[in-house]
């Protein structure tokens, strides 16, 4: 049986096609990993700096970017992701923008890759949570960013 670590694993695997960079971090170190020339930004386990569309403007937009959170083994995790057992596996992967319009594209990116493949041989498919996508917004955040966090589980053999 694959572990919780391989699993995660196989989540930012599986995004790579739709990935232009991908970020890890360790501690507060950053590691930027470029993946293709085009496509979203994966942070995994953390949200760091942003990369900025227009970035040289008075109107700097946050490129697409994607967060996959990862944190095993903690209760409160474990709810947010759906539940991790011996048998299932559940993540989430929050979509964000810096335009609503933006967000949607993503969001359909990345059900479009995700929903009915499969993680691993020795997993199930993986199966969304069919929770209405309502696009929120962080109005905190300076420029804005609209977001959806987005849920799926699987099963492991």
Known sequence: MRTITELDAD????????????YDYAGKAQTRTPINPTGIDLHVGHVGPLAYDNADTDY???HHYMVLWTHAGTDRHNRLAGGRSAS???????????????????IDLV??????ARLHPSTGI??????????MVDEDASPPRW?????FTTSVH
């Open 11 to 22: 989540v930012a695997a599986m995004l790579a096609p739709i990935t232009r960079d991908r």
């Open 60 to 62: 700097p937009i946050a």
């Open 88 to 106: 299932t596996y559940g993540f989430q992967l929050t979509v964000a923008s810096g335009t609503r319009a933006g967000c949607l594209w993503a």
């Open 111 to 116: 059900r479009d890759l995700m929903t009915r």
């Open 126 to 135: 993986l199966t969304p949570y069919l929770d209405q996508i309502n696009v």
């Open 147 to 151: 977001y959806v966090p987005l849920r």
